[in-house]
């Protein structure tokens, strides 16, 4: 028998359309945004624009902040070094409010199709990589890949 799945997607060189289009035809339920600051340059993909996308398609939008990568991991990240970053958010993840949070969403992956979304393409590049293998490690993995912009 199959354990259970979690989906994750990044939205680097995304568009809103292109990421809502592969969540939905995945059959997403939960977008659970684990960015630690729900902003972002890239236009509709800020909190508030970003939940009102996912509620236009159906998808239900959750912020964990207390799952996303502090301040010196992102540093670390954009440096390139995952060693660094993988340390970093290894500590974060001990942290009772993030164990609170992984808590939450291990219980809403296991009754809801959920996508973990972040910045990263590649989602062996994203903390969203390490915080499933630490929170679900019994799932299943799919990295969905944003439709390219029209």
Not at 96 to 124: D, F, N, Q, S
Request: aromatic share 6%.
């Amino acid at each position: 028998m199959a354990g259970p799945t979690i989906w994750t997607i990044g939205y680097e060189q995304a568009t809103v359309a292109g990421v809502m289009a592969a969540l939905s035809r995945a059959g997403v339920e939960v977008l659970a945004d684990v960015r630690a600051l729900p902003l972002s340059r890239r236009p509709g993909f800020s909190k508030t624009a970003l939940a009102g996308a996912a509620k236009e398609a159906g998808i239900e939008y959750r912020h964990f902040k207390e799952l996303g990568t502090p301040a010196d991991g992102r540093a670390a990240a954009r440096r390139g070094d995952h060693t660094a970053l993988s340390a970093i958010y290894a500590a974060q993840l001990e942290l009772p409010e993030a164990m609170a949070a992984g808590a939450v969403l291990a219980g809403l992956a296991c009754e809801r199709k959920v996508a973990l979304l972040c910045y990263e393409r590649a989602a062996a590049e994203c903390h969203r990589t390490l915080l499933r293998e630490a929170v679900l490690p019994g799932f299943e993995a799919v990295d969905l890949l944003p439709d390219d912009p029209a």
